[in-house]
T-cell receptor
Framework: ETGVTQTPRHLVMGMTNKKSLKCEQH?????MYWYKQSAKKPLELMFV???????ENNSVPSRFSPECPNSSHLFLHLHTLQPEDSALYLC????????????FGQGTRLTVV | GESVGLHLPTLSVQEGDNSIINCAYS??????FIWYKQESGKGPQFIID?????DKRQGQRVTVLLNKTVKHLSLQIAATQPGDSAVYFC?????????????FGKGTTLSVSS
């Protein structure tokens, strides 16, 4: 148990669907992140939030839309995804942006059909 | 392109042996280098970090070595146990053109047999 909870754990969606991934942390951390993990590829940083404000968008397609309503919650809204978007989506938090120790959730295994 | 990478995708060792996992990096501006471990079905977990002005740091059964001359990072695990079986990632934390965040390498899968 890392203190970072992601829901759902598994998600199957069609290319025309709209879904959202949820992440929650009650560690008092100021920074939250979304990473994408595909097979045989390094973890790819998608979004960085610090104190609820997005500080980094790593050239992610607009079909991925993050939302951080407060410092404890982070969402990733998905719409019109492609099969190549199938991956494990990991949420993480750290005390501040730039902290070396990040706490990761277990991830959401997304399959786009 | 990636600035952090690993030499070998897999490493198999016997229980009780020492393990050495290697990583090469290219971004000399990194402030910290970090090792993470990812067990099956879980997210990555922090193991140990080392500041760029150091060359060695020890933790519990783990030692990280940093050789800035050849831009090489290694993780040594003493008396490897079956519970150490996982994918190990090196990462760096530096300000680059995209901002500041952890950037991960590809990972080495460590398999420990009894």
């Amino acid at each position: 148990e890392t203190g970072v909870t992601q829901t759902p754990r598994h998600l199957v969606m069609g290319m025309t669907n709209k879904k959202s991934l949820k992440c929650e942390q009650h560690l008092g951390h100021n920074a939250m992140y979304w990473y994408k993990q595909s097979a045989k590829k390094p973890l790819e940083l998608m979004f960085v939030y610090s104190l609820e404000e997005r500080v980094e968008n790593n050239s992610v397609p607009s079909r991925f839309s993050p939302e951080c309503p407060n410092s404890s919650h982070l969402f990733l809204h998905l719409h019109t995804l492609q099969p190549e978007d199938s991956a494990l989506y990991l949420c993480a938090s750290s005390q501040d942006v730039g902290s070396t120790e990040a706490f990761f959730g277990q991830g959401t295994r997304l399959t786009v059909v | 392109g990636e600035s952090v990478g690993l030499h070998l995708p897999t490493l198999s060792v016997q229980e009780g042996d020492n393990s050495i996992i290697n990583c090469a990096y290219s971004n000399s501006a990194s402030d910290y280098f970090i090792w993470y471990k990812q067990e099956s079905g879980k997210g990555p977990q922090f193991i140990i970090d080392i500041r760029s002005n150091m060359d060695k740091r020890q933790g519990q059964r783990v030692t990280v070595l940093l050789n800035k001359t050849v831009k090489h990072l290694s993780l040594q695990i003493a008396a490897t146990q079956p519970g150490d079986s996982a994918v190990y990632f090196c990462a760096e934390n530096a300000i680059n053109q995209a901002g500041t965040a952890l950037i991960f390498g590809k990972g080495t899968t460590l398999s420990v047999s009894s």
